[in-house]
């Protein structure tokens, strides 16, 4: 059976892959801007921080707390334990580190360990010690140090996110001050009493750090994308790999009605059709070589059977009958050494040189003309009432081919061209053409033709378009087989061309070749 013609691949599987990991990096890109959406620093609320601490009716009136955050402490300055709470509530909302010192310089309350120190304060003026860390806090009136101007009027959330103060202030992150030390966030100092004295609190604004439950989900989020993605494509590619897997082991286990049936338009989908096409020719091998057996006993039996007779006919003592008999045995014969000539023939041409049983061509240089003259003498001593046009043209080439085995492709093209021209008047032509490299062998018969459903069948092994068992149906189905195979091992081709009801055309092509060898 010739392969069924498939549809292209339109998706190639790759194309599917890259789909699948674009739409992956398209899902991780959006997870990760959702996430950093998500843990994005927020613009500071103040009104909900003075709610927190009990503190209403603020007004950010004070040149030195111009966003209202200290008011809410000075009033909590008598109340420690609200004061320490209020400060927590100051770095957990705003984000602002907050220290306070006495005018002595002693630690009053603080939301961040260790305390801001004094000393990163820009002045000048007295000097109390070292300025670093280790050093100790300067005295409070360094607070009123010109480098220590108020904090001017509310900054919007983008100058918060760089330090207090707007631009061009000697106390901002642009001003002109000197620079904090350690490279730390400016410190700003806002006079505040404690204990009915004047004190201090520093306040730095920090960069919220993110929580590490964000690296944490993001790298869940893309695992889980990942691990989505590669699922779903395993799974999809994997299914129809079982599924030609089930199948595989079906037919195996000799279920030959078993089939992929991929309905995919891909790879796979063409291994899958591939698959069907090649369990589709097991099945109609198998099947043939069931109907070989019937076929061969079919044409066995009956000239066993009249030989069986006649050997019995002559055991009587009958002269005359036995003489008769004889005479039946002796076409009987050549019929039962045809049949199993063509079996064996068959089998061996099917195979390969390095096989013992292949079988081994005897060629010599033999002219076309005369293969066709033996085979159309033949043909018109078997059937003389049938007409037949033998045509040959002039200064053919020689062929370097197995004379008898090419006969034999003749005959079987004649014998079949008379046996589907049920018409005794409808000619037979043979036409004998050539070309500088090939010998065309052209048989035309104007008879019932080969209807299309057989037309790519009638090389199989043992396959006949008519089903019947009657002799006149033809032999075991192995005439087109053999002479296909002869065809194939002297390197030439076999075509049939026919219209059911007109007619069928068979070509026989054969190479001009040099003398070589006996071998195929």
């Known amino acids: 059976m010739n392969a069924q013609t498939r549809t292209p691949t339109r998706r190639p599987l790759w194309w599917w892959l890259f789909g699948v990991g674009l739409v992956q990096l398209v899902l991780l890109v959006i997870a990760l801007i959702v996430v950093a959406i998500a843990s994005a620093p927020h613009k500071p609320d103040y009104e909900a921080y003075r709610r927190g601490t009990g503190a209403t009716g603020i007004t950010a009136n004070d040149s030195n707390d111009p966003l209202g955050l200290v008011a809410p402490l000075r009033a909590l300055s008598e109340k420690p334990a609200e004061l320490q709470r209020a400060l927590g509530e100051l770095q957990n909302q705003l984000h602002i580190d907050a220290t306070i010192y006495d005018r002595g310089g002693n630690l009053i309350a603080t939301n961040i360990e260790p305390a801001l120190p004094f000393q990163n304060v820009p002045r000048r ?4 010690g070292p300025r670093g860390p280790n050093g100790p806090p300067p005295d409070i009136d360094d607070v009123h140090d010109e480098h220590l101007a108020p904090l001017g009027p509310p900054p919007d959330h983008h100058a918060l996110d760089h330090g207090f103060g707007p ?23 806002v006079p505040f009493t404690v204990h009915g004295t004047e004190g201090v609190i520093l306040l730095r604004l920090t960069t919220p750090k993110p929580s590490p439950w964000i690296l944490v989900i993001t790298f869940l989020v893309g695992l889980l994308i990942i691990g989505l993605g590669t699922g779903l494509t395993a799974r999809w590619l994997g299914r129809p790999i079982a599924q030609l897997t089930s199948t595989a082991h079906a037919l195996g286990a000799g279920d030959l009605t078993a089939r992929a049936n991929l309905d995919r338009q891909d790879e796979l989908g063409t291994l899958g059709q591939t698959f069907d096409d090649m369990a589709v020719r097991i099945a109609q091998l198998l099947r043939a070589e069931k109907e070989l057996l019937a076929n061969v006993a079919h044409e066995l039996r009956t000239p066993l059977a009249r030989i069986r007779v006649a050997v019995d006919i002559a055991s009587e003592g009958d002269a005359a009958a036995a003489r008769a008999s004889l005479g039946e045995i002796a076409v009987d014969l050549p019929e039962l050494e045809a049949l199993v000539d063509d079996v064996l023939t068959t089998t061996r041409l099917a195979f390969d040189s390095s096989s013992p049983a292949h079988f081994v061509l005897r060629r010599t240089a033999t002219s076309p003309v005369d293969i066709a003259n033996v085979a159309a003498t033949r043909c018109r001593s078997r059937w003389p009432s049938r007409q037949l046009n033998v045509v040959v043209a002039d200064a053919l080439p020689e062929l370097f081919v197995d004379d008898k085995l090419v006969r034999r492709v003749i005959d079987n093209l004649l014998d079949n061209a008379h ?23 052209v048989v035309t018969d104007r008879g ?5 459903e057989d037309l790519t069948r009638v090389f199989d092994p043992f396959y006949r378009g008519e089903k019947s068992r009657v002799r006149s149906a033809g032999g075991v189905g192995l005439g087109l087989t053999l002479a296909k195979r002869i065809v194939d091992a002297h390197g030439g081709t076999l075509a049939l061309q026919s219209e059911h009801g007109k007619g069928t055309v068979a070509t026989l092509v054969l190479p001009v070749a040099k003398q070589h060898s006996d071998s195929t």
């Open 125 to 128: 003026g007295r000097h109390h």
């Open 167 to 189: 631009p061009g202030r000697p106390d901002g992150p642009r001003g002109h001050g000197p620079a904090p030390l350690h490279d730390e966030v400016l410190i700003h100092a």
């Open 419 to 441: 046996q589907y021209s049920p018409d005794p008047q409808q000619a037979i032509d043979l036409a004998v053409s050539a070309t500088a490299t090939e010998v065309q062998f």
């Open 448 to 452: 019932s033709g080969i209807p299309a």
